[in-house]
């Protein structure tokens, strides 16, 4: 069977009252129309947005549910994409416990030189931190001109503006849109080693 | 035919679409692989071949092709070889092949290290008096540099053409010779040879898929085009159900490389500037990159590199000053992943963003790349977990045995938490060029943030603590235009309200009139004048107008769903499309229409909706100008139109630094001497010579055994996003080595027990998975043995295990540095390691 | 009009599609015994490798209410080698040996056809565990109650398929009305044997009453492991007034369970209570 995104929104937006349903199991009254409507109450209900899968290159679209919170409660296939027509792989499948994982860290981790821990940092620090080490390695370490070999044997002064100092590594699981941005600013920079998952 | 793939394991969404033509529409599945995978299984035909063999396989299956009645007799086949290939083109008199030199090609240097090209090239024709005299612009300049046509003998019976050259190429690629060189059996290849065969034509079509299985070889590249080469000969190149298909492994790595966070290129497949050639000025870097090919669509090649370096630094980019290309930083060298972490080995590399990515496990040599980042003075890391990059200071197998202590390494790292895909906006670029749009589900919890938000925020403080320099060094970063601030409708309703405006992003790679910042609805109105920005040529289209997103678009049909998404270039599904029709423009067949001429219209059309790869009202059989540029020099017959003779190539004359036609070589660490050539092994290979990185001997007897890496259905990669979640860590808890029952006897190995794999680089542990889905070859009459390990694991994360490319050399293909995971040797002994 | 699955094994990948999908959508825990602390780590890590080819899960359980199969069916000259794999779950049998033990009618036939477990009923006797003939219906030590798969009962009362079903990548897992599925079977199995697949069969349409989840296996079902003609224990002759009384009974038992879940304690002498 096959049931479209639209259909799948109706069905969704259309459950009734969860909460009667629950309140008739906490009495633990068991009447018929109590279980009726426990069975007519989707486990998850809310808000969808389309999204598309985080991991391999086939581009399998999904369906995002947010609850009243704004939290994610729910991530499936999208029946609509043509490519992948609602289903997903394990991966895909699993990509609500990426999101919703306990061993994820969302705080900034600092460890200092030689220490043996990490410490929490703010945000706002850690920032004026990277961007304050980019500048000193990259302005140490900045190459206008580099004699290079001319072919024919000898050696030739070439404008080369760049630093070696400073790498970039990764972008293949990231934004179309922050490859842009990364590739600007380093080549703004200056920044030759660039590179991503597309050579591994 | 599936081969260098394990389609149904990686990509198993994909194999959906194939499963469904075998089981709905009786199409043939054929899976050629070392192993029996999942793949394997729920194919027809699966033909086992030894781990590095494949140009062996597909030389073999060219060369029954081209011998057999079927191709000699249905004209289907000489139409579309002669007319859209360059089988008739002749090749130089000093050109000589592997079958006169045992193995190389000619052009290779006194020290057998680099081929020069030119015995390659093509014979040609004088050169056309130039349209032009005066040099108003760059395209001014081009014209009157156009090469006279290549000679051709569409009979194919010239010695010199390169039919010719190629049939006597591969004409000891034999069925025999495939037996004895992939161990598999000749009547198994022959029945893969004669399905695609029987199954190619006027009426139908035959596809190849490949992923990584094929890329990761020292001779990836030209594997990849002996595949090329096969369907070109098979007609099933620009049509429906035909083509290779390359199954890449990210989310978006299509799109990070179309719009290149690598080193050796600008977005859209502009090259990098590179000091080493004759890029000194913009006019110098246009000409030398674009004069050899601009009788293609490359003959746009000014405007697409004006606009972007107009849209790196909008109105400080001048006609003056080159457009800030002065600026602009140049290569030198090889500054790829290997090469980098190597010159970070040697303390060039000082400073590290990690984005996303965790060499400590995914990286080739993986303890080298660890004992690397040791070196460095800082590392920026951004990702979920606590990776394996972001901690090797405290826990890294190095580590735990001592050789690195945590007090000694001075590494200062900061980890900055990212934002999930639902919790972020953007664009993804699928493996089949599309892009396709995901809106922002909820704001990221606590600190964390999208990569795009690093990325802006890092650059606005640098761009702030420039501002005030007159340094010509800083020149670059002081006029960057950095315009991502987000509208306010962009934020409302979201915690966070910083976060950078992807759509003015996606703007700016598709382009905009610098003057009115109107986004331009097609390359083809992109200037070399400056008045257009572009940041990427390929993309340009996606948003044709202002608020309309066309990789957003969610309206599928049964067929091309022209209207889901954006397929680059232009909404075209299926590259060189215009091959789709015979020479009179009207489709081969009715099965397999697709683009063809329409008479009244005097236009290409695609009832399905397809984008047209071709010039729209360029009528089949028209001719093109010997002194015109791009769609000018193009014929109607010229379906191939990023090639400068608009052909697809047999014969690559150029583009290539390993030689112009796929050779059997062994891989660079093999128990197996060359069965075809004197030659062993790539001869212009990429390898590095240095401490801790060692290589095993030919036929090592201390390394006997062939291994592979590979990637299972339930984990992703390094394992970041598959080991720290429950559901899948329990699927596939342990990592594990799958080896012969064969082997196992020999070794006294135990199913289920541990086993220890072993290489000069690093050894791990793994439980034994004894399987008869893995087998001994008999080489030669010698029997060579191959073990797999898939490469998830590592030492963080709810499932964890020995890091596999601890074992793997730093050793690449010349063309692209792409490393040789898929095939060295090692040993491998029961009970579980000693040490690290 | 009752509602089931086909799940048709020759076109299945063995991914595990459905095992995830399954646990995302009901909210299903990893199983426990699969993980282990270990000295130093900071959080449980997977350690449940059996060798079993690629199956790791080895069984259905309280938690993992799907499990896919991997039978490696290869001589040892490698010809006509096999990889079977099956996705498996609750059949919802027509004559279901769980419920027709459950000593206080907390199994039941919704109208769709499917067999659920009411956690509000159930007091966790157990008895359906041991009658099950397929190994399915498995004790939860953290609810104190049993588990299975419940055919996304909310998922079906509401015009959805099964997450599993809606996963599946190749539509290996068809969810849908049973004549429809049947006929789709039929189609493919004749489509098959006329393929040379001479092995090949439809399991289910007889066992149990009839299975609401059938399958077409590519050899014998016993190669699968499952039985021929599984064992289903009937319930008892119960007289209209017994019937009346279990019902009472039913309805204590499932006020009794509410109140002594959250408590804790005191389930076993429930269960004896009821059982007595």
Redesign the interface.
């Known amino acids: 069977m096959k049931v479209d995104r639209r259909q799948f929104i109706k069905i969704s937006a259309g459950t009734i009252g969860a909460a009667v349903a629950a309140d008739l199991a906490g009495l633990g009254l068991d009447t018929s129309a109590a279980q009726e409507a426990a069975r007519a109450v989707l486990a998850k209900t809310g808000?969808q947005?389309?999204?598309?899968?985080?991991?391999?290159?086939?581009?399998?679209?999904?369906i995002?549910?947010?609850n009243d919170e704004?939290?994610?409660i729910d991530?499936q296939g999208n029946p609509?994409?043509?490519?992948?027509?609602g289903?997903?792989?394990?991966?895909?499948a699993?990509?609500y416990?990426?999101?919703n994982?306990e061993?994820?860290?969302?705080?900034?981790?600092?460890?200092?030189?030689?220490?043996?821990?990490?410490e929490e940092?703010?945000?706002e620090w850690?920032?004026?931190?990277?961007?304050?080490?980019?500048?000193q390695?990259?302005d140490a370490?900045?190459n206008?001109f580099?004699e290079?070999?001319d072919g024919k044997g000898g050696r030739v002064k070439?404008?080369?503006?760049?630093?070696?100092?400073?790498?970039?590594?990764?972008?293949?699981?990231?934004?179309?849109?922050?490859?842009?941005?990364?590739?600007?600013?380093?080549?703004?920079?200056?920044?030759?080693?660039?590179?991503?998952?597309?050579?591994? | 035919m599936i081969m260098g793939s394990n389609m149904?394991?990686?990509?198993?969404?994909?194999?959906?679409w194939p499963?469904?033509a075998k089981?709905e529409h009786g199409a043939v599945l054929m899976h050629v692989d070392p192993r029996?995978t999942?793949?394997?299984?729920?194919c027809d035909i699966?033909a086992?071949i030894r781990a590095g063999t494949d140009i062996a396989f597909l030389g073999g299956l060219i060369t029954h092709v081209i011998n057999s009645d079927r191709w000699n007799s249905d004209p289907f086949f000489r139409e579309y070889v002669v007319n859209y290939t360059n089988a008739a083109t002749l090749v130089n008199s000093e050109f000589k092949d592997t079958e006169e030199l045992d193995g190389l090609f000619s052009g290779l240097s006194a020290d057998g290290r680099v081929y020069s090209r030119e015995s390659w090239s093509y014979q040609r024709n004088p050169a056309p008096k130039p349209s032009v005299t005066e040099s108003k612009n760059f395209t001014d300049l081009l014209l009157q540099r156009i090469p006279g046509r290549p000679k051709t003998d569409p009979t194919l019976k010239d010695r010199q053409c390169v039919f010719q050259i190629v049939k006597r190429h591969y004409s000891r690629y034999t069925p025999e010779m495939v037996e004895r060189v992939c161990g598999c059996s000749k009547e198994v290849f022959l029945k893969v040879a004669d399905t695609l065969l029987n199954n190619s034509g006027r009426d139908r079509t035959s596809n190849i898929t490949y992923a990584v299985g094929w890329t990761?070889h020292t001779v990836g590249v030209q594997i990849i085009r002996t595949a090329g080469m096969l369907q070109a000969l098979l007609g099933n190149i620009g049509r429906p159900g035909g083509g290779v298909l390359a199954?890449?492994?990210?989310?978006?790595?299509?799109?990070?490389?179309?719009?290149?966070?690598?080193?050796h290129s600008?977005?859209g497949y502009l090259n990098?500037p590179d000091?080493?050639l004759n890029h000194?000025t913009l006019k110098d870097f246009i000409l030398t990159e674009a004069t050899p090919v601009a009788t293609s669509y490359w003959g746009n090649y000014p405007k697409f590199a004006v606009s972007y370096f107009k849209a790196?630094f909008g109105d400080a980019a001048t006609k003056e000053n080159d457009y800030g290309y002065?600026?602009?930083?140049?290569?030198?060298g090889d500054?790829?992943?290997l090469p980098?972490f190597v010159?970070?080995m040697a303390g060039?590399?000082?400073?590290?963003?990690?984005?996303?990515?965790n060499?400590a496990v995914?990286?080739?040599n993986a303890r080298f790349q660890r004992k690397a980042l040791a070196k460095l003075?800082?590392m920026?890391v951004?990702?979920?977990?606590?990776t394996e990059t972001?901690s090797f200071?405290?826990n890294s197998p190095e580590i735990i045995s001592g050789e690195l202590k945590?007090?000694?390494?001075?590494?200062?790292?900061?980890?900055?938490?990212s934002a999930?895909?639902?919790?972020?906006e953007?664009?993804?670029?699928?493996?089949?060029r599309?892009?396709?749009?995901?809106?922002?589900?909820?704001?990221?919890?606590?600190?964390?943030?999208?990569?795009?938000w690093?990325?802006?925020?890092?650059?606005k403080?640098?761009k702030e603590?420039?501002k005030n320099s007159s340094n010509?060094?800083d020149w670059?970063?002081k006029n960057?235009t950095w315009d991502?601030e987000p509208g306010p409708a962009e934020v409302a309703g979201w915690r966070i309200k910083d976060e950078?405006s992807?759509y003015k992003?996606?703007k700016?790679?598709n382009g905009y009139t610098w003057s009115d910042k109107k986004p331009v609805s097609s390359f083809a109105n992109l200037k070399e004048d400056g008045s257009t920005v572009c940041?990427?040529w390929i993309?340009t289209g996606v948003i044709p107008e202002e608020g309309r997103n066309l990789s957003a678009r969610?309206?599928?049909?049964?067929w091309i769903?022209p209207n889901?998404?954006f397929a680059w270039p232009a909404n075209r599904h299926i590259m060189y499309n215009r091959a789709s029709a015979d020479l009179k423009g009207a489709p081969w067949s009715e099965r397999k229409k697709l683009v063809f001429w329409d008479q009244a219209s005097g236009k290409w059309v695609s009832p399905a909706g397809e984008g047209i790869d071709f010039a729209p009202a360029k009528a089949p059989g028209s001719k093109g100008k010997d002194d015109g540029l791009a769609f000018d020099w193009l014929g109607g017959d010229d379906p191939f139109i990023m090639r400068p003779d608009g052909k697809a190539w047999l014969f690559a004359p150029s583009g290539l630094v390993d030689g112009p036609l796929p050779t059997h070589y062994e891989p660079y660490e093999s128990p197996v001497r060359n069965p075809l050539y004197k030659q062993q092994a790539n001869p212009v290979v990429k390898v590095w010579h240095v401490e801790g990185n060692s290589y095993h001997k030919v036929a090592d007897p201390k390394y006997p055994i062939v291994i592979s890496t590979y990637r299972?259905?339930?984990?992703?990669?390094s394992g970041v996003?598959?080991r720290?979640?429950?559901?899948?860590?329990?699927?596939?808890?342990?990592l594990?080595c799958e080896i012969s029952?064969e082997l196992a006897n020999e070794k006294g190995i135990v199913?289920?027990e541990f086993m220890t794999i072993e290489t000069a680089r690093g050894q791990v542990q793994a439980?034994a998975?004894v399987?008869?889905?893995m087998?001994p070859f008999v080489i030669d009459g010698k029997t060579v043995h191959q073990v797999g390990m898939p490469w998830h694991w590592g030492w963080q994360?709810?499932?964890?295990g020995d890091v596999v490319n601890n074992l793997s050399a730093l050793v690449a293909d010349p063309n692209?540095?792409?490393?040789e995971?898929k095939v060295f040797t090692c040993n491998v002994r029961a009970g579980k390691r000693g040490g690290v | 009009m009752a509602k089931g699955m086909f799940v048709d094994t020759s076109?299945c990948?063995?991914?595990?599609?459905c095992?995830?999908a399954c646990?995302?959508w009901n909210g299903l825990?990893?199983?426990p015994s699969?993980?282990r602390k270990e000295p130093g780590m900071p959080?449980?890590?997977?350690?449940?490798?059996?060798?079993n080819?690629?199956d790791?899960?080895a069984k259905l359980s309280a938690t993992d209410w799907r499990h896919v199969l991997f039978i490696?069916q290869?001589?040892?000259r490698?010809v006509g080698?096999?990889?079977?794999?099956m996705s498996d779950s609750c059949k919802h049998c027509a004559d279901a040996a769980c419920l027709n033990v459950c000593p206080v009618s907390a199994i039941e036939h919704t109208d769709l056809g499917n067999v659920i477990v009411r956690q509000d009923k159930c007091v966790g006797t157990k008895l359906c565990n041991k009658a099950c003939p397929y190994g399915v219906i498995r004790f939860s030590e953290k609810t104190r109650t049993s588990h299975k798969c419940t055919l996304c009962n909310d998922r079906i009362h509401n015009g959805l398929g099964t997450a599993c079903a809606k996963a599946c990548?190749?539509?290996s897992i068809a969810f849908g009305d049973i004549p429809e599925l049947k006929a789709k079977a039929d189609a493919?199995l004749s489509?098959l044997r006329s393929l040379g697949e001479n092995k090949a069969n439809v399991y289910g349409y007889s066992q149990a009453g009839g299975l609401k989840v059938f399958y077409l296996l590519m050899d014998k079902p016993e190669v699968y492991g499952l039985p021929e003609n599984p064992v289903v224990p009937q319930r008892r002759q119960l007289s209209s007034l017994g019937t009346r009384i279990s019902t009472l009974l039913a309805g204590l038992a499932a006020l009794i369970s509410l109140r002594s879940r959250g408590s804790g304690s005191g389930i076993d002498e429930d269960r004896r209570e009821i059982s007595g």
Not at chain 1, 80 to 85: G, K, M
Not at chain 2, 249 to 262: E, M, P
Not at chain 2, 554 to 558: K, Y
Request: with cysteine; net charge positive; charged share 20%.
């Open positions: 808000k947005t389309p999204s598309i899968c985080p991991y391999c290159s086939v581009g399998c679209a999904q995002v549910m947010t704004g939290r994610i991530i609509d994409s043509p490519i992948s027509e289903t997903l792989c394990p991966k895909g699993a990509t416990q990426l999101v994982n061993h994820r860290w969302t705080k900034v981790k600092y460890r200092a030189p030689g220490s043996d821990h990490w940092k703010s945000l850690a920032m004026n931190r990277a961007a304050e080490l980019v500048k390695t990259r370490d900045f206008e580099q290079l070999p070439k404008r080369v503006m760049n630093t070696y100092a400073v790498a970039s590594l990764g972008g293949a699981t990231i934004d179309n849109e922050w490859n842009y941005a990364q590739q600007k600013l380093m080549h703004g920079l200056g920044v030759v080693y660039v590179e991503n998952q597309a050579r591994i | 149904a394991e990686c990509h198993p969404v994909a194999f959906r499963l469904k089981t029996f999942r793949t394997s299984a729920l699966h086992q990761q199954l890449r492994g990210h989310a978006t790595i299509q799109g990070s490389t179309d719009i290149a966070t690598l080193y600008l977005p990098m000091a080493r000194d790196q002065n600026y602009h930083p140049k290569i030198t500054h790829s992943h980098m010159d970070m060039r590399i000082k400073g590290f963003l990690c984005v996303g990515q060499p995914g990286g080739q003075d800082w920026v951004r990702d979920f977990f606590e972001a200071w405290r945590t007090a000694d390494i001075k590494t200062e790292i900061i980890f900055l938490p999930t895909v639902p919790e972020m953007g664009s993804f670029t699928n493996t089949q599309l892009l396709q749009y995901h809106d922002k589900a909820a704001d990221p919890p606590d600190d964390c943030r999208s990569n795009l690093f990325t802006f925020h890092l650059g403080r640098l603590l420039y010509d060094r670059a970063i960057l991502y950078p992807s992003a996606l700016e790679i940041g990427a993309y969610r309206q599928a049909d049964n769903s889901w998404g299972l259905t339930e984990h992703y990669l996003m598959s720290w979640l429950p559901w899948l860590a329990e699927l596939m808890p342990e594990f029952p199913h289920g439980r998975l399987t008869r889905r087998r994360g709810t499932a964890q692209v540095t792409i490393h995971g | 076109i990948t063995g991914c595990k599609a095992q995830v646990k995302e825990d990893p199983e699969h993980f959080y449980p890590v997977a350690f449940n490798f059996t060798g080819s690629y790791n899960t490696e290869i001589n040892y490698r080698s096999r990889w079977l794999f990548p190749t539509g493919r489509r």
